[in-house]
């Protein structure tokens, strides 16, 4: 949608009233948006409750742009729910959107997590979720980062398993993506060892690609991740059935940690000073005294990440031991181009009959086989709580 220089006038002018009527400044940069106090409840409830009310300012801004932010409750204000609209809860919802994996709109929740993040549905009913990338002063590394990986011909590249950018808004020079909702990968159950396979083989060709083109995400977790489901987000850790391979897509998103590189860098001699230093604590790894190789430090959090959802599978893929030991030692860990080539090879040599077993493990956790029956077990606990 082109706004006319006047309806920009006029915009401008409705959002100073705004502002005066609610008492309420937008944090006028991306980064001022972000959380500070994330050690102190005391101090970072007040900028939560900040943030969700600066979402709801926003609300009629994103309206005549043709997007309906999901709503929070005052039952729970973390829980984002979509806007119900007569005939909308029932659209079709195919690729790049994601499937429709609720009955209705009330158990369509969304948790918000980020302050830049926020759910919403657009003019044809579809789920899409709506971020904060950048300010129009200064370009982030996100911004100059989506918009490479949504151009031709490298978005048509198969193995870009990357989140589609399907809009872009500017609003008073803050500048929103627009991506299809598409809910954690790694939450809802694996049933069959083919459909945990799938999904590791996914991350580790996007890996390729993303290195191939020396781009460093810096920030891989099971949350930075989806599939293209949409879920009840206080539910999906019971989902099953959802991931047939021939239907199921998976994507890396959220590169507000990421870099691009010049293409000529070499994928062996990088180094990064600032290499995520939080990240590294949060992986319950030592800090390295001296710079690390980026892509180094994203086939490590790609290996611990995977290395959970994978690795349980050991006793019927004893190769899986080994690769993954490999895939996660810090002092070089395989390129995303050899850990893909190995990952294959020992898919390539599993017999039809194991590839379409049944999963009854859930977790690998330092070293302990977590069966789903005591994953639910571990659910059913934490409600009576």
């Known amino acids: 949608m082109l706004f006319t220089m006047a309806e ?3 915009e401008k002018v409705h959002w100073t009233f705004r502002s005066i009527q609610w008492g309420l400044q937008v944090p006028p940069t991306a980064k001022s948006w972000d959380y500070t106090n994330y050690h102190s409840d005391e101090l970072l409830f ?6 969700l009310k600066v979402w709801n300012f926003l609300r009629p801004f994103f309206a005549s742009r043709d997007y309906d932010l999901y709503y929070n409750t ?9 806007v119900s609209k007569s005939g909308l ?70 193995r870009n398993h990357t989140i589609l950018v399907v809009d872009y808004l500017n609003i008073n020079g803050l500048i929103f993506a627009v991506m299809p909702r598409w809910d954690c990968a790694f939450n809802a159950e694996f049933d069959t060892v083919e459909e945990i396979l799938h999904c590791a083989e996914t991350f580790f060709e996007a890996f390729e690609f993303l290195h191939e083109h020396r781009i460093f995400h810096g920030d891989f977790l099971c949350q930075n991740s989806g ?23 998976y994507a890396i998103y959220d590169f507000g940690a990421s870099t691009m590189f010049p293409k000529e860098i070499s994928l062996e001699d990088a180094v990064d000073p600032q290499c995520p230093r939080i990240g590294w604590k949060l992986r319950g790894l030592e800090i390295p005294t001296e710079p690390y190789n980026p892509f180094q430090y994203d086939m490590l959090s790609l290996g611990i990440e995977l290395q959970q959802h994978v690795r349980h599978l ?39 009959s194991q590839l379409s077993h049944e999963v009854t ?9 977590i069966t789903k029956a005591e994953f639910r077990l571990d659910l059913q606990e934490l409600e009576i709580e």
């Open 74 to 82: 005052h039952r729970n204000a973390m829980e984002l729910f979509p």
């Open 227 to 249: 599939y293209n489901a949409c879920v009840n987000s206080l539910k999906d850790d019971i989902l099953t059935g959802v991931r047939n391979p021939s239907e199921t897509w």
């Open 314 to 352: 050991e006793n019927i893929i004893p190769e899986l031991g080994p690769f993954f030991d490999k895939l996660t030692t810090v002092h070089k860990p395989p390129s995303a181009q050899e850990a893909l080539a190995e990952f294959r090879r020992i898919r390539s040599g599993l017999s039809p």
């Open 89 to 158: 809860a029932s659209v079709q919802q195919t690729y790049p959107y994601g499937r429709r994996m609720y009955d209705n709109d009330d158990d369509a929740i969304m948790l918000f997590h980020s302050p830049r993040v926020w759910g919403a549905r657009d003019i044809q009913g579809r789920d899409v979720v709506i971020k904060l990338v950048s300010d129009a002063s200064t370009p982030s590394q996100e911004l100059k980062i989506l918009q490479y990986l949504n151009t031709e011909p490298v978005r048509s590249d198969p």
């Open 46 to 51: 007040p900028q939560v409750r900040r943030i």
């Open 361 to 369: 493990t859930r977790w690998w956790r330092r070293g302990e086989v």
């Open 8 to 10: 920009l006038f006029f």
